[in-house]
């Protein structure tokens, strides 16, 4: 495929994540690869992939082998996305996804929600998608504003959600919404799982993108939606805590997106800075030229390994998970950004046309800086587990 | 119905990395193997059978001890289980020794069908199914495109392909059947097959085991043997036509027509 990253990664991986990585790698470079370019050009949600990704069983890979999944760890997870991110960004969110919205489920579901659901997500017959951001609460998650009031046995849902990731296309849907508006800032929300379509759901919208353009971004609507009290993922007022603990461990999802992405555009820049030649010799032998490759290889291996590490770190447990987790984001996502925007460089004009995959993979590559909290968000987090919450 | 599939490791052409050692024969440490991608069509039809019909898979390879680790790409894939005939009196075979090997491991199971790919990406002889059925006097069936077996009459049906459209040959079983590309492509292995192969046995067998005396097979009593290799000649500079398809024909034909080729 071109690489250039290290040729014998077992040493830091086990035999059995060299193995599904390497199956995800062909399957990618196969299949998704080519679909790549027209599922941006046409916006249009690849349900071949998912259908793909459903069939080999990576979209089972985050969940317990006892419920019908593959019972991979966080790394191995993440080791998926960046391969499917190295063919197709797009695609990636597929499963990038179906974990986000899961992980309330397997972070704080019982043992009776986790039977109920996982089996068809784990099979990839229902998407997941993940409702926590609002017209007005975007990095301010604590400002949600639907409601949610009991009634009996159910609850009634009431409010907008905006910016959700296949929000038009799947099945169950994981809403953060207020049970006590009276109740501190962090006990305000409870997390619900909706089942759709429902009366009173409705998607409003697909937003119109500058990148990851075949994945729908809704705008949903709930209006008097009822959801039984079963369907609850932990207590009241547990909301704020499990959304936070579900980005603590989807964050480097995206980074494991952004590492694709920019590997995708070294692999390209490569290729390119070696058949490409201009006065009479190939531009990778222009020193200019070669610096930048050189340059985005060690930028991609460092956020790389600094991923590889936040995953083994959260997965262990410890009282520094936020900022792993935040640190592998903010370093993968500036570095997809700047490798993918160098890549373009490197083609020149060719970079800037769709004839090759860099101009997609550089607007693909702008989402890792903002979306699971901004670059800005990432480095409040990394802050306040240096200093502690500011004073006062 | 129990399958046993013919597969080969052959270097990996889109690797295209083999090495030749002074012995000229295959570098096998330095060539990174794949499973012969006819061989993968063969299972891929075998899979489609025994989903069918229900029953087991084996894969039978002839090859060094590394063998294995092809065999569990095709174990991925669905097949039961795998036997590996190792042996290092078998360094330098010819295709006469690797029938004999297989055709006396084969003596040794029971299957309703062996099925085998036509041929094979680094010999290239494609001689070793029919030189099977022959040792063993099965039913060879060749170029199947459509493989329609009756467990309960025990007989088996094949589309065989000729230069102008196709037989249909009919045979007792057990049979050996040849099969090409028409029968489907093969599947890409699950991650959960990934994993389950890691368990599945895949059984070595010597010389010995299989009853073959070392001294009739080998390199030393090969009835052929490479006495020189050459690289290919390096290709010419190349043109490339670009627009639509009828600019292109145009192009090619006048590119053509200018050398009197046409």
């Known amino acids: 495929m071109g690489s250039v990253t290290t040729r014998n990664p077992a040493e830091r991986l086990t035999e059995e994540q060299v193995l599904l990585r390497d199956a995800v790698r062909e399957l990618a470079r196969d299949r998704i690869a080519p679909r790549a370019a027209e599922i941006d050009r046409t916006s249009t949600f690849p349900e071949d992939i998912r259908q793909l990704l459903a069939s080999q069983d990576v979209l089972g890979l985050p969940f317990p082998v006892e419920h019908g999944g593959v019972g991979g760890d966080l790394l191995t997870v993440c080791i998926a996305i960046e391969e499917i991110a190295r063919a197709c960004a797009t695609s990636s969110l597929i499963l990038i996804v179906q974990e986000l919205g899961s992980l309330p489920l397997l972070i704080a579901g019982s043992a009776e929600q986790q039977a109920r659901f996982f089996p068809d997500l784990a099979s990839g017959r229902i998407l997941a998608a993940f409702g926590l951001t609002e017209p007005e609460a975007g990095s301010d998650a604590a400002s949600v504003r639907t409601r949610a009031v009991r009634d009996g046995d159910d609850y009634v849902l009431d409010g907008t959600k905006r910016f959700i990731t296949n929000g038009s296309v799947a099945g169950i849907i994981t809403v953060f919404a207020v049970t006590d508006p009276d109740a501190p800032r962090h006990r305000r929300l409870s997390c619900f799982v909706v089942e759709v379509p429902t009366e009173g759901f409705r998607v409003e919208r697909l937003e119109h993108k500058l990148g990851i353009r075949g994945s729908p971004t809704a705008e949903l609507s709930f209006a008097g939606v009822r959801v039984p009290v079963a369907n609850r993922i932990g207590a009241e007022g547990d909301g704020f805590s499990i959304a936070m603990a579900t980005l603590d461990r989807s964050r480097p999802g995206v980074a494991a997106q952004a590492i694709g992405i920019a590997q995708g555009a070294l692999d390209t820049a490569v290729a390119y800075a070696r058949d490409r030649r201009q006065f009479g010799q190939r531009i990778g032998d222009f020193q200019m030229v070669a610096s930048m490759l050189a340059d985005m290889d060690a930028g991609i291996e460092a956020a790389r390994q600094l991923l590889y590490t936040a995953c083994v770190e959260i997965e262990s447990g410890g009282p520094d998970v936020a900022r792993w987790s935040a640190m592998c984001k903010l370093i993968a996502g500036d570095t997809a950004m700047r490798v993918t925007t160098d890549a373009v460089q490197v083609l020149g004009g060719y970079g800037y046309i769709d004839e090759f995959p860099v101009e997609r993979m550089m607007r693909d590559a702008k989402i890792t800086q903002i979306y699971e909290g901004t670059q800005q968000v990432q480095r409040l987090v990394i802050a306040r587990a240096l200093l502690g919450r500011p004073e006062a | ?262």
């Open chain 2, 1 to 262: 119905m129990h399958i046993v599939v013919l597969t080969k490791p052959v270097p990996d052409p889109a690797a295209a990395a083999e090495r030749l050692g002074p012995d000229l024969r295959l570098d096998r440490a330095a060539s990174p193997a794949v499973v012969n991608a006819n061989d993968e069509y063969a299972l891929e039809a075998a899979l489609k059978l025994t989903e069918a019909f229900g029953g087991e898979i084996t894969l039978l390879t002839m090859a060094p001890a590394g063998g294995s680790d092809t065999m569990r790409k095709a174990l991925a894939m669905g097949a039961t289980r795998g036997i590996l005939v190792a042996d290092p009196a078998l360094a330098g075979s010819d295709t006469r020794s690797t029938s004999v090997v297989l055709a006396a491991t084969l003596g040794d199971l029971a299957y309703d069908l062996v099925l085998a790919g036509a041929d094979t990406s680094d010999g290239g002889g494609g001689v070793v199914p029919a030189a099977v059925a022959t040792l063993l006097r099965l039913p060879y069936l060749g170029n199947a495109a459509k493989i329609e077996p009756d467990p309960a009459a025990g007989r088996v049906r094949v589309r065989s392909f000729t230069p102008i459209g196709f037989d249909l040959l009919e045979a007792p079983m057990p049979a050996l059947i040849v099969c090409t590309q028409a029968l489907g492509e093969p599947r890409y292995p699950s991650l959960k097959g990934i994993m389950a192969a890691r368990s599945k046995e895949i059984a070595t067998r010597t010389l010995g085991d299989i009853g073959v005396d070392a001294a009739a097979v080998g390199g030393a009593v090969a009835s052929t043997r490479v006495v020189e290799t050459r690289k290919p000649p390096a290709r010419g500079a190349t043109t490339m036509v670009r627009g639509t398809a009828a600019e292109g024909a145009d192009a090619i034909v006048a590119f053509l027509a200018e050398r009197r080729i046409i």
